[in-house]
C-alpha cells in the first residue's frame, strides 16, 4: 500500500504477522479527527493481527483524539485487532492516561519497543 500526501495513511509493517502500522500526525484534534479516525478504521478493515498507531510525531492530542483512539479501539476488539500506542510525548501520554486509554491497550515509548513485543510473543506461541 502506497503512502499517499497524508502521513497517517496505514502502511504495511509486516504480511508474515499481518501486522499494520500507522504513523498520525503532529496534531489529533478536532480539525482532523474524523481523516484520523478514517485511517485508522481502514487499517483495522484489513484485519491484522497487530495494528500499531504511532503517535511518535504526536504533540497535541485533545477530546477528539481521545476519542478516536477510543473508536478505533472498540472496532480492533470486534475484529479481533490487538491495538497498540507508541507515544513518547509526555504532554500526549497524559491526555491517553486521563481518558483511561492506556487501561485499554498497550502504550510504547517507541515503534521498534512496540514490535518487537509482538516478535516475542509470535516466538513464544510458536514453540508451544
Sequence with gaps: MA???RPWLPRRMSSR????????????????AAGVKASLLAAVQRRPH???ADMSRT???DWAGAGVLASAFRRA????????LVAPD???RRVISVNGLDQLMPVYM??????????LEKASTSDR
Design 3 to 5: 503512502v499517499l500526501q
Design 17 to 32: 504477522w499481518r501486522a499494520m502500522l500507522v504513523a498520525l500526525p503532529v496534531q489529533v484534534d478536532e480539525s482532523n
Design 50 to 52: 497487530l495494528l500499531i
Design 59 to 61: 504533540r497535541l492530542c
Design 77 to 84: 476488539a470486534q475484529a479481533g485487532t490487538e491495538l497498540r
Design 90 to 92: 509526555d504532554y500526549v
Design 110 to 119: 517507541d515503534v521498534p519497543t512496540a514490535w518487537s513485543h509482538c516478535q
